[in-house]
């Protein structure tokens, strides 16, 4: 959740509810999590105004709303009032505290048979209660959907249709999420029936058993599979195999009605009583949060936006945000290093409390935003303080620890962070950035290498012994590694390089580089003394973000691994051109990998620019393991650091214009921005 902004409302229905904080924000407008007088957690969509203004936008609202107000059955999140006359209209939905099936998935990467046939009547039941009240959902994906402790929850149904003929479907916005959309939907050919949400339905469930019914390659390919070929149902368990390719008919009327499809199938409850794997339970959210309060004053971030309607109940893993499954798409040479900025993989809280339901262990997150959010706002507790503010570090709210002592905060690092500064706007398009290093507690960075007419110079990255450090600099004559003293002083070009991030070997004596070879950018190491080079990959998928490990022995890149993914995989630089060894195998894209000083942990780039929430940074086991979220928000994050201790972890977070570093310990408390001033910092390198 993020704070109110200047123009938000405070109140709505003549005071019957008080807005606490955004949830999200899209095409139809923004969402809040609000307060009703007797205290009960709502969530509130208000409508863009100039939506209003739009011919029949109105009447459809009230239609859509009132059709919604009809839905009953238990798995759904009521509409519990609106307004679509108001200025602005606005709509109010029970809320419902667990997180999206989207980040369970991101967790756990696919359900059990049990837990797939639950999900499956769940849904189905939610369908058609939807149905029946005359409404069509038209948007049904693992982000509307909510996973409860007593089963699945549909979300954000009933007033897609009120978008229709309004300036947004016009200029081209499709109404609904491509990779869900029916063949009828794409092609405009038939009138939109409830078939199309039967479909969605049969995307759905052949993503949570760990498929991809029509691939996950580009969307215009997507869409070619969803007119014209067969899905591919192999992940998908053989009892449920026919059920859902009914779902994914090409023709409408060949698709089962949610009793239909109810009707054919076998529902697996667990004895035990809890319908969700023990990875998946972690994700509910705690009864009972305890929040340390800050200063009344302490300043609240901003974010970014997403790029569509964001549910309400998107906010309930711990900083309020998806994962992104696809990679950035921004060009991969000499781009991202530029902004740099769940749900996702959760980092086991401190104070994990055991719980038990019907007889069984249940580990539960002792912190989640769908509770959290709400004791937060009542207090108005905000937990974001800059780097150089003088008030006590303030953790993010987490639970109770266990009896005893609890361990000091690890102090904020003294050790300067080398960045990219841009003295102008213009970035990533036109280049103004320096190298600068910011020290600890100083409100100005200290600029390193000046402009030079022509020159972009970009990714420092301090020299092992810190008494020295590399960047890359382009120019019109290309684009090459340099090296400078820390200082500054006695710039030396290295090589030529194809762009992006280099990295020291331990001994400081080479650079692991990236360089085209036959159209194809691979990695390379060059001698810092004399630039002489040496080949490391030769495969056919191009690699990026070299980093090499404290001991030496490896070299992490991402390759890309599909058209719209990139993974983790190290290289022996002692033996070169054998194939990387491929470390992960996420849900989702892992990008500008960076190794702990322990050389035990990654810390990573998430997802993609301008898709989904964008970049998040999270932590992953150097051997693929224990994928977890660290940050995680709407607005763009990217580019981790670690601290020389290894106990902070420095990102970026913001859009490619505008840039702001940001911290935060691995444990998740106490983050800050560091950024200060108005210029934009990136490409942050703490060693």
Not at 87 to 93: D, K
Not at 247 to 253: H, I, Q, V
Not at 283 to 300: A, F, G, K, N, Q
Request: hydrophobic share 40%; charged share 20%.
């Amino acid at each position: 959740m993020k704070p109110l902004e200047t123009g938000d409302p405070t109140s709505l229905g003549e005071g019957r509810y008080r807005l606490v904080g955004r949830l999200g924000q899209g095409g139809m407008g923004v969402v809040y999590l609000g307060r009703s007088r007797s205290g009960r957690a709502v969530a509130i969509k208000v409508v863009r105004p100039e939506l209003s203004t739009e011919p029949g936008f109105k009447r459809r609202f009230a239609d859509e709303v009132a059709a919604a107000r009809r839905v009953g059955g238990f798995h759904t999140a009521p509409v519990v009032d609106a307004d679509p006359d108001g200025e602005p209209a606005w709509l109010v939905t029970a809320f419902v505290p667990g997180p999206t099936l989207q980040a369970v998935l991101a967790r756990v990467g696919s359900l059990p048979l049990d837990t797939l046939t639950v999900l499956a009547a769940g849904l189905a039941e939610a369908l058609d209660a939807i149905h029946r009240a005359g409404v069509i959902h038209r948007d049904l994906k693992p982000a509307n959907i909510i996973v409860a402790e007593d089963g699945p929850r549909v979300i954000d149904f009933g007033i897609a249709r009120a978008l229709d003929g309004t300036s947004l479907t016009q200029t081209g916005m499709q109404v609904g999420t491509p990779g869900f959309l029916a063949p009828e939907q794409l092609t405009g050919v038939r009138a939109l029936t409830p078939a199309v949400d039967m479909f969605a339905l049969g995307v759905v469930l052949t993503q949570a058993a760990g498929g991809a019914p029509f691939g996950d390659g580009p969307s215009a390919a997507r869409h070619y599979k969803v007119v014209h070929e067969e899905p591919d149902l192999t992940a998908v368990p053989v009892e449920l195999r026919a059920a859902i390719g009914a779902c994914l008919a090409k023709d409408p009327a060949a698709r089962p009605t949610p009793a239909a499809f109810l009707g054919a199938l076998t529902i697996h409850h667990s004895d035990g009583g809890n319908w969700l794997p023990d990875a998946a339970t972690q994700l509910l959210p705690s009864p009972e949060p305890v929040v340390r309060p800050t200063t009344p004053d302490s300043p609240s971030r901003s974010g970014q936006d997403t790029p569509q309607d964001v549910p309400p109940q998107d906010a309930a893993p711990p900083v309020g945000t998806e994962p992104r499954t696809e990679p950035r798409t921004e060009p991969r040479t000499e781009r991202s290093r530029s902004a740099t900025e769940p749900a996702a993989p959760i980092h086991p809280a401190p104070g994990q409390v055991q719980q038990t339901v019907a007889g069984r262990p249940r580990h539960r997150r002792a912190v989640m935003a769908a509770v959290l959010v709400t004791s937060l706002a009542a207090a108005g507790l905000l937990v974001w303080q800059p780097w150089n503010q003088a008030t006590k570090d303030s953790p993010k709210p987490r639970a109770s620890a266990p009896t005893g002592s609890a361990p000091a905060a690890t102090p904020f690092p003294t050790d300067p962070l080398l960045i990219r500064q841009d003295t102008a706007p213009g970035w990533p398009g036109t280049c103004h950035s320096v190298i600068a290093r910011r020290d600890a507690g100083a409100e100005k960075p200290v600029e390193l290498i000046a402009a030079g007419a022509g020159t972009c110079d970009t990714l420092p990255q301090w020299s092992p012994d810190r008494r020295s450090f590399a960047f890359t600099r382009r120019t019109s004559e290309g684009t090459a590694v340099w090296t400078a003293d820390a200082d500054g002083s006695h710039p030396r070009r290295i090589t030529s390089i194809a762009g992006g991030r280099v990295s020291w070997s331990p001994d400081g004596s080479q650079l692991a580089v990236l360089r085209t070879k036959d159209g194809v950018q691979q990695l390379f190491v060059v001698a810092v003394a004399d630039g002489a080079a040496r080949q490391l990959t030769s495969g056919g998928s191009p690699v990026e973000d070299p980093a090499w490990s404290p001991d030496g022995k490896s070299i992490a890149v991402c390759l890309q691994t599909s058209p719209e993914n990139w993974q983790i995989h190290v290289v022996d630089p002692a033996a070169p051109n054998p194939v990387p060894q491929q470390v992960t195998r996420l849900p989702h894209a892992a990008l500008d990998p960076v190794w702990s000083p322990d050389g035990t942990t990654f810390a990573y780039t998430a997802g993609s620019y301008g898709k989904g929430t964008q970049g998040d940074i999270h932590l992953v086991g150097s051997d693929g393991s224990n994928d977890r979220e660290l940050i995680a928000t709407s607005a763009h994050e990217m580019d981790p650091t670690w601290s020389v201790d290894g106990k902070w972890v420095a990102f970026v977070r913001g859009p490619y214009e505008r840039p702001v570093i940001w911290a935060v310990r691995t444990d998740r408390t106490g983050e800050r921005t560091l950024t200060a001033g108005a210029s934009a910092e990136g490409h942050p390198a703490w060693r």
